[in-house]
């Protein structure tokens, strides 16, 4: 049952959804209007953050309608993507984007797992997180403060509001789930830069962080971060990526690229 008595199948029949283009319409995602999240560009650029080649396994960890796992699968030929997601209704419209026609080309390749991602232990390995299972980890974490601007409905705050020690309890599954020398890669707030650093603590390093401003002039709204698992050297602040030019609405060259899966933002490090 929701919040307010009705079934999750009411629910569903009582949202209204989208079909919502990406990547110059190279894939489409279907999803809700109006309540829970909707993706943008910051599934784009999280996406972007995998720039790997070949055979690689992905988890999206709380992947919603799957845009940021869907758009890796569609620039990256040979990539598996898993698709996590607690929400029973997010996971729904999930699986609603897999059976797009117009999605067939990479569908075969993407799953949805319906798990918590802040389990831990026996009870996440249970729900099908498995131990080092993946060469990526993608995640777009619920980063607003939940005290301050949250959403109306309950499955939109879900989606944003930050519950105590999230970045603790979903970079840990992500530690858990990656192969050792694997990447943890996630989009949030620049508010958020400390949690962060102190939840990779031994379990990953090489971190990587590039503050995204919208204009040179302007604060940065979005860090980008990476970081290897069992690395050991010390943290980098990459140059910062400015989406705008001075005066203008249109993106730059490579944010541009960069949101419609031309090109990959790689790590500096290699190794």
């Given at each position: 049952?929701?919040?307010?008595?009705?079934?999750?199948?009411?629910?569903?029949?009582?949202?209204?959804?989208?079909?919502?283009a990406?990547?110059?319409?190279?894939?489409?995602?279907?999803?809700?209007?109006?309540?829970?999240?909707?993706?943008?560009?910051?599934?784009?650029?999280?996406?972007?953050?995998?720039?790997?080649?070949?055979?690689i396994?992905?988890?999206?960890?709380?992947?919603?309608?799957?845009?940021?796992?869907?758009?890796?699968?569609?620039?990256?030929?040979?990539?598996?993507v898993?698709?996590?997601?607690?929400?029973?209704l997010?996971a729904?419209?999930?699986?609603?984007?897999?059976?797009l026609?117009?999605?067939?080309?990479?569908?075969?390749?993407?799953?949805?797992?319906?798990?918590?991602?802040?389990?831990?232990?026996?009870?996440?390995?249970?729900?099908?997180?498995?131990?080092?299972?993946?060469?990526?980890?993608?995640?777009?974490?619920?980063?607003?403060?939940?005290i301050?601007?949250?959403?109306?409905?309950a499955?939109?705050?879900?989606?944003?509001?930050?519950?105590?020690?999230?970045?603790?309890?979903?970079?840990?599954?992500?530690?858990?789930?990656?192969?050792?020398?694997?990447?943890?890669?996630?989009i949030?707030?620049?508010?958020?830069i400390?949690?962060?650093?102190?939840?990779?603590?031994?379990?990953?390093?090489?971190?990587?962080?590039?503050?995204?401003?919208?204009?040179?002039?302007?604060?940065?709204?979005?860090?980008?971060?990476?970081?290897?698992?069992?690395?050991?050297?010390?943290?980098?602040?990459?140059?910062?990526?400015?989406?705008?030019?001075p005066?203008?609405?249109?993106?730059?060259p490579?944010?541009?690229?960069?949101?419609?899966g031309?090109?990959a933002y790689?790590?500096?490090?290699?190794?």
């Amino acid at each position: 049952m929701s919040g307010d008595g009705l079934t999750h199948t009411q629910v569903q029949k009582a949202v209204i959804e989208t079909v919502d283009a990406f990547h110059y319409g190279r894939f489409h995602v279907v999803q809700p209007k109006g309540i829970g999240h909707r993706s943008g560009m910051d599934a784009m650029l999280l996406a972007a953050l995998v720039a790997g080649q070949g055979p690689i396994r992905v988890a999206d960890l709380g992947a919603g309608a799957g845009a940021a796992g869907l758009a890796v699968a569609a620039r990256i030929e040979k990539a598996e993507v898993l698709l996590v997601e607690r929400s029973p209704l997010m996971a729904d419209f999930a699986r609603k984007t897999l059976a797009l026609p117009s999605n067939a080309a990479f569908a075969g390749r993407v799953s949805v797992l319906e798990a918590d991602v802040s389990l831990s232990g026996r009870a996440r390995v249970a729900a099908g997180l498995v131990d080092e299972a993946c060469d990526y980890v993608i995640m777009n974490p619920p980063f607003n403060d939940r005290i301050y601007n949250r959403p109306p409905d309950a499955l939109k705050a879900e989606a944003h509001a930050m519950d105590e020690d999230l970045f603790e309890r979903w970079i840990r599954t992500a530690a858990a789930i990656l192969k050792p020398g694997g990447q943890l890669s996630l989009i949030a707030r620049p508010q958020s830069i400390g949690e962060i650093i102190a939840a990779c603590g031994r379990r990953l390093g090489g971190i990587e962080i590039t503050a995204l401003h919208p204009r040179a002039d302007e604060a940065a709204l979005r860090i980008l971060v990476t970081a290897i698992k069992g690395k050991r050297t010390s943290l980098s602040l990459r140059m910062p990526l400015v989406m705008h030019e001075p005066g203008q609405h249109a993106f730059t060259p490579f944010v541009k690229d960069l949101n419609n899966g031309n090109t990959a933002y790689a790590r500096l490090s290699k190794a």
